[in-house]
């Protein structure tokens, strides 16, 4: 049967491919031993393909047939050699080539390999420029050794379509360019040069000038997001009439002015001066992107989904890096850098589990705290994404926030079960151990005591030895994971609490305040408030409602219906913001997402929805605000992951809120 089959094959090919081959293709009849040891070894548009035979078989030459990337079939004969160099081929395209022995009129079966060639024609790595006046050097490291040559096209901005060209050595790691117009972009792009063609190519833009005439504080931001445009003064101090014109003609005059594109990107700039009574122009070009960060890409556990909740993002105390954790099965640590918008690192912990703990980030050394709801599970991890330790003795951190000293040497942590413990900060050893009796719903580090919130009472414990100060019943019940937020004066830690109140403890006197009760209909929990600079407090509710109260709790001065389109759960863990001008930030989790900044007044400034229409984008967290920009988290659904972004809205952060935004870091610590 495998004979008819070679035979009848082979009869196709030839009837297919008499331009690729017009001599008779041998039939197929006794056994005859087929090639053993077939390799295809690619190279560049070009496979190698070399086989061999038992020793006394003698066969008098080979056929070699393959399908090429017009569905044609090839066929080659090798004229006896035992191997064949198949050329014409589409890099990064997989071949399946076909070898069959001739003996005389008679032919073996076939033996398949497959073989995907790739190129060798590597382009330039680390092209650098460097520029000055009327000249602009290149350098590169060379890729390969078999480079024959390169070639470096540039022009002018005034002029692209006057490409000049220049055809360098194959040793050369370095150029310069002189003779060049100064204050003029010019575009540079590099190839290298191989036997089989030009590598791609490896582009560069530099100015030459006697000096840069501008400083940017960022060449990247998002819409609306002010770049501070600079005149280099220091090199140019005659310089007058400096003008910057920005797309739509908008003009801003001065040596440092700050402004927003609102254009998705690459935007470009117009900078005018006189300088010793001579009129100079520049360009400059900055990258506008939609968000500060925009995100879903998060390790998954097969197919399950990934998200936030119980979370808001925190800082690193540089407020260079914004930091958040998933829950999903996989509960990762992600670092972004603010200015790009970009991953830095992220870490996977060994083990998988949930996570419902909202991070910390200790102010002095930069690590960054955070538990999950498996039991043995508290992390330490570097401000490079590395491991320090693991705390192994708490159980389930389905609870509060961690707390950590004002000099970065404790961290405090209360489990699900209300074991609270203080940790070295250094090494991850246990220096205390107190029994809270219940699940820890809010930690706060106030001078020389800890504060443990649980559902009833707060606990006031000695940071150094984890003795029992105090003891106070509070006035309601503590909301789950909820923390807690400071008054200016430092005396109220205030807390949301279930069916529908707001609480507050004293944390000079060890007393709790008379609690305002601010649902009475349909009343639900309430998430951790925030303080303006005002003295109001804003809390968000399960119910739908948000609420900004009294400093001493006597009154509600307003509340605001989320009018989404379902209020069940409507700010389900919600960690609010509230900025220098007593405006508040909070994120709607219920179906879909509504971000709403309200005045003092609680007139809403602007709202928003991300990913408007789908339903699976809902917040079970909270924001964090810092230079202008909200981060929100959130949860994601069955058939998406839940998105983390930054988004630039102005203003200026509060100096003091919530302990858990208290600091940039979330630190959970009076300052």
């Given at each position: 049967?495998?004979?008819?089959?070679?035979?009848?094959?082979?009869?196709?090919?030839?009837?297919?491919?008499?331009?690729?081959?017009?001599?008779?293709?041998?039939?197929?009849?006794?056994?005859?031993?087929?090639?053993?040891?077939?390799?295809?070894?690619?190279?560049?548009?070009?496979?190698?393909?070399s086989?061999?035979?038992?020793?006394?078989?003698?066969?008098?030459?080979?056929?070699?047939?393959y399908?090429?990337a017009?569905s044609?079939?090839?066929?080659?004969?090798?004229?006896?050699e035992?191997?064949?160099?198949?050329?014409?081929?589409?890099?990064?395209?997989?071949?399946?080539?076909?070898?069959?022995?001739?003996?005389?009129?008679?032919?073996?079966?076939?033996?398949?390999?497959?073989?995907?060639?790739?190129?060798?024609?590597?382009?330039?790595?680390?092209?650098?420029?460097d520029?000055?006046d009327?000249?602009?050097?290149?350098?590169?490291?060379?890729?390969?050794?078999?480079?024959?040559?390169?070639?470096?096209?540039?022009?002018?901005?005034?002029?692209?379509?006057?490409?000049?060209?220049?055809?360098?050595?194959k040793?050369?790691?370095?150029?310069?360019?002189?003779?060049?117009?100064?204050?003029?972009?010019?575009?540079?792009?590099?190839?290298?040069?191989y036997?089989?063609?030009?590598?791609?190519?490896?582009?560069?833009?530099?100015?030459?000038?006697?000096?840069?005439?501008?400083?940017?504080?960022?060449?990247?931001?998002?819409?609306?997001?002010?770049?501070?445009?600079?005149?280099?003064?220091?090199?140019?101090?005659?310089?007058?009439d400096?003008?910057?014109?920005?797309?739509?003609?908008?003009?801003?005059?001065?040596?440092?002015?700050?402004?927003?594109?609102?254009?998705?990107?690459?935007?470009?700039?117009?900078?005018?001066?006189?300088?010793?009574?001579?009129?100079?122009?520049?360009?400059?070009?900055?990258?506008?992107?939609?968000?500060?960060?925009?995100?879903?890409?998060?390790?998954?556990?097969?197919?399950?989904?990934?998200?936030?909740?119980?979370?808001?993002?925190?800082?690193?105390?540089?407020?260079?890096?914004?930091?958040?954790?998933?829950?999903?099965?996989?509960?990762?640590?992600?670092?972004?850098?603010?200015?790009?918008?970009?991953?830095?690192?992220?870490?996977?912990?060994?083990?998988?589990?949930?996570?419902?703990?909202?991070?910390?980030?200790n102010?002095?050394?930069?690590?960054?705290?955070?538990?999950?709801?498996?039991a043995?599970?508290?992390?330490?991890?570097?401000?490079?994404?590395?491991?320090?330790?693991?705390?192994?003795?708490?159980?389930?951190?389905?609870?509060?926030?961690?707390?950590?000293?004002?000099?970065?040497?404790?961290?405090?942590?209360?489990?699900?079960?209300?074991?609270?413990?203080?940790?070295?900060?250094?090494?991850?050893?246990?220096?205390?151990?107190?029994?809270?009796?219940?699940?820890?719903?809010?930690?706060?580090?106030?001078?020389?005591?800890?504060?443990?919130?649980?559902?009833?009472?707060?606990?006031?414990?000695?940071?150094?030895?984890?003795?029992?100060?105090?003891?106070?019943?509070?006035?309601?019940?503590?909301?789950?994971?909820?923390?807690?937020?400071?008054?200016?004066?430092?005396?109220?830690?205030?807390?949301?609490?279930?069916?529908?109140y707001?609480?507050?403890?004293?944390?000079?006197?060890?007393?709790?305040?008379?609690?305002?009760?601010?649902?009475?209909?349909n009343?639900?929990?309430?998430?951790?408030?925030?303080?303006?600079?005002?003295?109001?407090?804003?809390?968000?509710?399960?119910?739908?409602?948000?609420?900004?109260?009294?400093?001493?709790?006597?009154?509600?001065?307003?509340?605001?219906?989320?009018?989404?389109?379902?209020?069940?759960?409507?700010f389900?863990?919600?960690h609010?913001?509230?900025?220098?001008?007593?405006?508040?930030?909070?994120?709607?989790?219920?179906?879909?997402?509504?971000?709403?900044?309200?005045?003092?007044?609680?007139?809403?400034?602007?709202?928003?929805?991300?990913?408007?229409?789908?339903?699976?984008?809902?917040?079970?967290?909270g924001?964090?605000?810092?230079?202008?920009?909200?981060?929100?988290?959130?949860?994601?659904?069955?058939?998406?992951?839940?998105?983390?972004?930054?988004?630039?809205?102005?203003?200026?952060?509060?100096?003091?809120?919530?302990?858990?935004?208290?600091?940039?870091?979330?630190?959970?610590?009076?300052?």
């Open positions: 049967m495998k004979k008819i089959i070679n035979l009848l094959l082979a009869l196709v090919l030839t009837a297919n491919l008499a331009a690729c081959w017009t001599e008779d293709i041998p039939e197929a009849g006794a056994a005859r031993h087929q090639v053993t040891g077939l390799t295809a070894t690619p190279g560049d548009e070009e496979v190698l393909l086989w061999s035979l038992p020793e006394g078989w003698n066969p008098t030459d080979f056929i070699v047939y399908t090429d017009d044609e079939t090839v066929t080659l004969r090798t004229g006896g035992m191997n064949c160099t198949v050329g014409g081929l589409v890099n990064d395209t997989q071949y399946t080539f076909y070898v069959q022995a001739v003996y005389g009129k008679l032919v073996s079966n076939y033996v398949a390999a497959v073989g995907r060639p790739a190129t060798t024609r590597f382009p330039v790595t680390d092209l650098t420029v520029a000055g009327s000249f602009v050097s290149l350098a590169w490291t060379k890729p390969a050794t078999t480079v024959l040559s390169y070639t470096l096209s540039y022009y002018n901005e005034d002029t692209p379509d006057n490409v000049e060209q220049q055809t360098l050595d040793d050369a790691t370095s150029v310069t360019l002189d003779k060049l117009i100064n204050d003029k972009n010019y575009y540079f792009s590099l190839t290298a040069n036997e089989k063609g030009a590598s791609e190519p490896a582009t560069a833009k530099a100015m030459p000038t006697l000096a840069i005439p501008y400083i940017l504080d960022r060449d990247k931001a998002a819409k609306n997001q002010p770049i501070t445009f600079s005149f280099n003064t220091e090199d140019y101090p005659t310089a007058t400096v003008k910057w014109t920005f797309p739509g003609d908008v003009v801003k005059e001065g040596t440092v002015v700050k402004y927003g594109l609102g254009t998705v990107g690459t935007q470009t700039v117009k900078l005018n001066a006189t300088i010793d009574g001579n009129a100079r122009s520049w360009t400059l070009e900055v990258e506008i992107r939609e968000y500060v960060i925009y995100s879903t890409d998060w390790a998954q556990d097969g197919s399950n989904y990934n998200g936030f909740k119980g979370t808001c993002p925190v800082f690193s105390p540089d407020g260079k890096t914004v930091y958040i954790i998933t829950f999903n099965k996989v509960s990762a640590l992600y670092a972004f850098d603010v200015v790009t918008g970009n991953e830095k690192w992220r870490y996977l912990p060994t083990s998988k589990s949930g996570s419902y703990n909202m991070l910390t980030v102010p002095v050394t930069g690590d960054i705290y955070y538990g999950t709801t498996s043995g599970q508290f992390y330490a991890i570097t401000p490079e994404g590395e491991l320090k330790w693991i705390f192994s003795e708490a159980g389930s951190m389905k609870s509060a926030a961690p707390a950590v000293n004002a000099n970065g040497t404790v961290v405090y942590i209360c489990d699900a079960l209300g074991k609270a413990f203080a940790i070295d900060a250094a090494s991850g050893q246990k220096k205390w151990q107190f029994s809270a009796g219940d699940a820890g719903r809010g930690l706060l580090v106030n001078g020389s005591e800890l504060l443990i919130g649980t559902q009833t009472d707060a606990f006031f414990v000695n940071i150094e030895t984890g003795e029992q100060i105090a003891k106070v019943t509070l006035g309601c019940e503590m909301s789950d994971i909820t923390g807690f937020a400071v008054n200016s004066d430092k005396t109220l830690a205030y807390f949301g609490g279930r069916n529908g707001i609480g507050a403890v004293n944390i000079k006197t060890h007393e709790a305040i008379k609690s305002l009760v601010v649902e009475k209909d009343p639900n929990l309430l998430y951790e408030p925030v303080v303006a600079p005002n003295g109001s407090v804003f809390a968000g509710s399960k119910n739908g409602s948000v609420y900004n109260v009294k400093g001493d709790l006597s009154a509600v001065n307003w509340e605001y219906v989320h009018t989404g389109s379902s209020l069940a759960n409507a389900n863990y919600s609010p913001c509230v900025d220098s001008e007593n405006r508040f930030y909070i994120t709607s989790g219920q179906t879909s997402n509504t971000t709403y900044i309200f005045d003092a007044s609680g007139n809403v400034v602007d709202s928003w929805t991300y990913e408007s229409g789908d339903n699976n984008q809902k917040q079970m967290g924001n964090n605000y810092l230079d202008g920009v909200i981060y929100s988290a959130f949860i994601g659904g069955s058939s998406k992951n839940g998105v983390f972004v930054g988004k630039y809205v102005g203003g200026e952060r509060a100096s003091s809120w919530s302990t858990h935004g208290g600091d940039i870091c979330g630190s959970c610590c009076v300052k």
